[in-house]
């Protein structure tokens, strides 16, 4: 059997070139359930391996694709029978191993959770990896003791498929979210998914920086990190706390004791690659009965295997709002 693959190759000068093929299923890596994929997703993450950038690819050939949803096709595992639709995020799939950019894909059963009931695999899709995330950091939230009348939960890089996703979601769940953004223009779609208000970066990076600032918030999720992460953790509420999930305002923390010792700051980072299968179950369950998959839909971009070398370069780059997702097969 055959399928179409987008197959990245490093070349002698070092650039990275993804051109579509047809691969047999010899050419599948080693494992207990084989996927039949139907859509997939671009994430930041996916254009670094698509580039080449970042170093997260090792070997070549590869396929990119952290996140795929789709119907089992083989299975050598108990929990999942042939023509069972499938939703896989992380766990270095799309990096170390071949992963959703491809109408096939062969993985670990254990890395695989059942799609929820009543979900579609493009609804999961829209979801992905960033709104597992979401919900994770929320739960982490609410079990630091965040409840909907304690106050203004901050998002930050609310432009991103994370922040948007968690404004929607907080805001379905009763929560007062504030959609931190460096790109005002999108103050009105942050509104539509719920955010209660919108504050501009530069905003909130030109108040005085001071060991301890006014508390404001009750909680946050933070995606950006960096100095906004820093300032941020100053102006939390005593027992408050803060999701942090990514790093792309940079690695470095700025900040000092106070927030932790006199208010009682909590700093809870959350990595949705490796998350226990019942953590991941539950998750997506409760995304199930909660998302607004219909209101969410203004912020979706759907695209082609051959489209996503050029969707790469966008995402790496900041030019893309909310989620685009991969039409693996283009009949389903």
Sequence with gaps: MTFRA?????????????????????????????????????????????????GLVRNYPHV?????????????DARYAVGDKVVLTGWRVGENHWGGYAERARVNADWLVPLPEGMTTRDAMIVGTAGLTAMLAIDRLEAAGLVPDAGEVLVTGAAGGVGTIALSLLAKLGYHAVA???RPEHAESFTALGASAVLPRDEFLAQPDKPLESARWAAAIDSVGGKILGKLLKQVKYGGAVASIGNAGGIDLDTNVLPFILRGVTLAGIDSVMQPYGA?????????ETFDFGGYSALVEEVRLEDLPEAAKRILAGRIKGRVLVRVRETQ
């Design 64 to 76: 990119s694709g952290i996140d795929f949803a789709g119907t089992v096709r083989k299975s050598a």
């Design 280 to 288: 991941r179950v539950a998750a997506w369950s409760r995304i199930g």
């Design 180 to 182: 931190l953004s460096g």
């Design 6 to 54: 987008l197959v990245s190759n490093r070349h002698e000068d070092g650039e990275v070139s993804s051109t579509i093929e047809t691969l047999s299923d010899e050419r599948l890596p080693e494992g207990d359930v084989t996927v039949d994929v139907e859509w997939a997703d671009l994430n930041y993450k996916d254009g670094l391996c698509l580039t080449g950038a970042g």
